[in-house]
């Protein structure tokens, strides 16, 4: 009998040690899996099957990518947040602010709020101005940051180390060393080299700079998650941009994006902001009526107060609708509510003529889908323009795995040709839109910092629009037959993206 168990013995290789430990690890990860994607079967199912179907790598992605890792983080931005908004009410008692709008379209004031929730109320009294591409984006920036007497705030998802990364950087230095605030706040994973050397003449000059979560922050969690996706400039209080645009030399070249300038009380909405993610990142406390309040000058002049002239080109009263109702919702992994997500789904549902959408990355969750069909379903036409080029592959196969549901119920779909589309917008009947920083996907609603501003505007609606139609001139439409005859790998390929697209 010893003989025979003898004959059975088995020599383990270093592989298959690795695969029962990995296996192990496994086991014990899927607890974690289960809790960190509470509420998201989907989520969790897929990211189960990685970790069960290539276990050391999946055990990796998992630990690295997967994870929020949200509990400490999530208490320590929570309680920095909770002490701004506490010293921002302070200074709202102090500065005459508009008052809410009734804001019917996108219905952001109809969200539950919390405190620091960031879901603002909606204001009247503002001007808008749709900058259509990079050159627009660059030139009305530039203009604002030349025109400032008193500060210049700025956040950035990526700040290149290229040309217009520099140009910036030396014109922010400029302003400083006259005597302007200056602070440029960077994501770290974004900008990693904001933080190093290529930020020294702004530093000398007297500017200040900051990182949001940098790598000390994630050393022992090493998750990519949480990230600071958003895109503001407010010069003086008084002039606010926001949208797509990061700052490199791409955004000129090869890359479709848009944003838009605000000049009114929503500019305190987008500074509080500010405010709030300069406080996380760096320890100062700017919660003071210095920086609030200064679109009041706008006001009286009748949104006419003086402008340089480099500056009036861009952002002056001519150049801008002043039929504008606007609320920007400053969504977040920290916020116990999905509020980006829920503003959106809310401003789907109550279209009743066209909703037009252009997006990136379209990685929508079933309630938006649910939305976008019940739309059609009700009579709206309902459009949504995609890249035919793109910096994620994978996301794009994860985005096609949706066409035929979304074509299936008349939804139409459309794949811009000649660059990488990078825009971010939604046009609702004939007076809401919405422009911001966020995608249509999952990160954006559950994962980054995001800035959106919903607008009621039927003068920038009606531009949305245009521009909409236009770029449709460059693109090419897909239809279901085109579906149907995919071949068997592109469909297995889109489907196993598909398969995987929660975890993305």
Known sequence: MAEFFSSLSWSPSWWDVLLVVSYLFVLLSVPSVLVEREGLPYAALAWILALFAMPPVGLFFWWALGRKHLARKR???????????????????????????????????????????????????????????????????????????????????????????????????????????????CDAFGAPKVGGRLMDPLREAGGKVALFLPPRYFTRSPALNFRNHR??????????????????????????????????????????????????????????????????????AGGRAPLSEFAGDWISAETMSADATCAIVASGPHTMNNSLHDALFISLTHARKRIYITTPYFIPDPSI????????????????????????????????????????????????????????SLVIDDDVSVVGSANMDLRSFKLNFEATCFVESRSLAARLAEVFHRDLKSSREITGEEMANRTHWTKLTEAAAHLFSPMM
């Open 75 to 185: 208490r320590r931005r929570r309680k920095a947040s909770a002490h701004v908004w506490r010293s921002l009410r302070d200074v709202r008692g102090e500065v005459d602010k508009a008052p809410p709008a009734n804001f019917v379209g996108a219905l952001p004031l109809k969200l539950p709020k919390e405190e620091a929730s960031w879901v603002f109320p909606s204001t009247d009294g503002n001007r808008v101005r749709l900058l259509n591409d990079g050159d627009e984006f660059f030139r009305a920036m530039e203009a604002v940051i030349r025109d400032a007497r008193d500060h210049v705030h700025l956040l950035f998802y990526i700040w290149n180390d290229d040309a217009r990364g520099r140009r910036f950087r030396d014109l922010l230095a400029e302003k400083a060393a006259a005597g302007v605030d200056v602070r440029l706040l």
């Open 231 to 300: 895109k503001i400039v407010v010069a003086d209080g008084r002039i606010g941009i926001l949208g797509g645009l990061n700052v490199g030399d791409e955004y000129t070249r090869g890359w479709r994006d848009m944003a838009i300038a605000i000049r009114g009380p929503a500019v305190d909405q987008l500074q509080e902001v500010f405010v709030d993610d300069w406080y996380f990142a760096s320890g100062e406390d700017i919660t003071n009526t210095r920086y609030f309040g200064r679109w009041r000058e706008d006001a009286l």
């Open 369 to 424: 889908v649910t939305a976008l069909r019940t739309a059609v379903y009700l009579g709206v036409d309902v459009r949504i323009l995609l890249p035919a080029k793109t910096d994620a592959p994978l996301v794009r196969l994860a985005a096609r795995s949706y066409y035929t549901t979304l074509l299936h119920a008349g939804v139409r779909l459309y794949e811009y040709q000649p660059a990488i589309l990078h825009s971010k």
